[in-house]
């Protein structure tokens, strides 16, 4: 009776399984498949890293969302202020104007008064008065 390769047919040794070639292509595709193992060892190690990373980048994202909504809100706040401010500086403006305004009211009387007298004591030396 003779044996049979459980790969390819061939005729082999007694007690053998393989023959030579698909022996060698066994050993080929073990060495292979322990190379496999160790990149999936890795690629599970990277994985592992990444989502540490990808969890770390969600807190940070969360943080700049937010921060984001704080600026806006601050952007509001500040375009309330900016409009108070120039309403104030409109009202401080108008009230510096008042006083202002009395003043040369007074002072135009003043010199109204001033002149009336003038001219009225010249007309009197003159002789010219009532």
């Not at 990149?39 to 700049?64: F, G, P, Q, T, Y």
């Not at 309403?87 to 109204?112: C, H, M, Q, S, Y």
């Amino acid at each position: 009776m003779t044996d049979t390769c459980v790969c390819c047919g061939q005729t082999v040794p007694e007690v053998r399984m393989f023959c030579p070639v698909c022996e060698r292509k066994t050993e080929e595709r073990c060495g292979q498949m322990e190379s496999w193992g160790e990149k999936l060892v890795e690629l599970e190690e990277r994985a592992k890293s990444n989502s540490h990373r990808i969890s770390d980048l969600e807190a940070d994202n969360k943080a700049l969302h937010q921060l984001t909504a704080s600026v806006q809100v601050l952007a509001a706040k500040q375009q309330t202020v900016e409009e108070n401010v120039q309403e104030i500086k409109r009202d401080v403006k108008t009230l510096k104007n008042i006083p202002a305004r009395r003043w040369e009211g007074v002072l135009r009387a003043v010199v109204t008064a001033a002149a009336a007298g003038l001219i009225g004591f010249v007309l009197a030396r003159l002789g010219l008065g009532a």
